[in-house]
């Protein structure tokens, strides 16, 4: 089972470029999440859905969108790149968005822009 | 605001035991994750406490207590693969979870 996949593996991109963040899962999950980690500190929620057609703010959106057109894509993009955007972006997936869901995890995506 | 505390780095021997604290100031409360993240991997699910009390799962147990905002992640028989990050995590009222930033666990032979 693949569960989720996520494209690129990494990327330098120029400031001021567009980049779009793909993210796949195959367990039917209906929740999904964009986070960025960033050292020394903890995952920050960027975009979340809770079921596909919905999209929620999280901590930290400025500068970043997303949709959520079926059950398993989720992707984030950055509409033109900065410097603080350089981050390794996580996405994942819950059954559901309640109490005792766990969240599943993709390989990550490290992002570098110059 | 929010926050959650967290060692940044602890040292502990092979074969030995190990307790990472985490300690959550947060709006409302729906539950405490704990993940494993090796080194340039995903996180991946440990544990989840809702209630006071632990919570054992083989070599690992985690220990929550709502009134004093506290958990910590329990790791014994201690192993050279355990070296890992130890996230603790606590969904809020609005079920979003908050993460701590993390404790960087080096086992040493």
């Known amino acids: 089972t693949a569960g989720i996949t996520q494209a690129p593996t990494s990327q330098i991109l120029a400031a001021g470029r567009s980049m779009t963040l793909r993210c796949t899962q195959d367990?039917?999950?209906?929740?999904m999440y964009w986070y960025r980690q960033d050292l020394g500190l903890g995952l920050r929620l960027i975009h979340y859905?809770?079921?596909?057609?919905?999209?929620g703010k999280g901590e930290v959106p400025d500068g970043y969108s997303v949709s959520r057109a079926n059950t398993d894509d989720f992707p984030l993009t950055l509409a033109s790149a900065v410097p603080s955007q350089t981050s390794v972006y996580f996405c994942?997936?819950?059954?559901?968005?309640?109490?005792?869901?766990?969240?599943?995890f993709g390989p990550g995506t490290r992002l570098l822009v110059l | 605001g929010q926050n959650i505390d967290q060692p940044t780095e602890m040292t502990a021997t092979e074969g030995a035991i190990v307790q990472i604290n985490c300690t959550y100031q947060?709006?409302?409360?729906?539950?405490l994750f704990w993940y494993q993240q090796h080194a340039g991997e995903a996180p991946t699910f440990l544990s989840y406490?809702?209630l006071d009390g632990l919570e054992e799962k083989g070599r690992f147990s985690s220990f929550l207590s709502r009134s004093k905002g506290y958990s910590y992640l329990l790791l014994k028989e201690l192993q050279m693969k355990d070296s890992a990050s130890y996230l603790c995590?606590?969904?809020?009222?609005?079920?979003?979870?908050?993460w701590g930033a993390g404790t960087k666990l080096i086992i040493k032979p």
């Open positions: 406490n809702v």
């Open positions: 859905s809770n079921t596909a057609g919905t999209t």
């Open positions: 995590a606590v969904r809020d009222s609005n079920y979003q979870l908050i």
């Open positions: 994942a997936s819950s059954e559901s968005s309640g109490d005792q869901e766990t969240q599943y």
């Open positions: 367990m039917r999950h209906n929740a």
């Open positions: 947060t709006s409302g409360f729906n539950g």
